[in-house]
């Protein structure tokens, strides 16, 4: 599997709309927006990209690992316990037996997942700022404007 890289953009120094300078490297806070939602984000302010701050960012994924390491199988189970067809048009003794199918199988993914904790795996990503809302990653929140 390749190494994600970016496309290209220039490692210069950035002054925010409030005046805090980020050199390429230093820790970054951003706020970021879609569909009506704000998220914080926060990783290493790496450059320019035309009129768009690019930074790197953590992520995080998660899965299930018993106490050897070894990763739970989605797969298996999907294809051993796969999901009841739901009753389309069917009577309320159809969809109460839906109801229990769907019960019974999760009583038996919990049992199968026994022994198996999740756990998090952080990693990189980057990302295009389009409003440029970035700030140092010292900052306190009170200081960021939106």
Not at 33 to 44: D, L, P, Q
């Amino acid at each position: 599997m390749s190494k994600r890289v970016p496309k290209a953009y220039d490692a210069v120094p950035f002054t925010n709309r409030v005046g805090h300078v980020l050199n390429p490297g230093d820790p970054a806070v951003a706020v970021t927006t879609s569909a009506g939602r704000g998220n914080i984000v926060y990783g290493k302010y790496l450059g320019m990209r035309g009129m768009n701050v690019v930074m790197t960012v953590v992520r995080k994924r998660y899965r299930f690992e018993n106490e050897a390491g070894e990763q739970y199988d989605y797969n298996l189970e999907s294809r051993e316990l796969s999901y009841p067809k739901y009753p389309y048009g069917g009577n309320a003794a159809d969809r109460d037996a839906y109801s229990i199918a769907v019960n019974e199988r999760a009583i038996k993914i919990q049992e199968r997942r026994k022994g198996y904790k999740r756990v998090e795996y952080p990693y990189w990503g980057y990302t295009t700022l389009q409003n440029n809302n970035i700030y140092p990653g010292d900052i306190a929140l009170r200081d960021v404007k939106l």
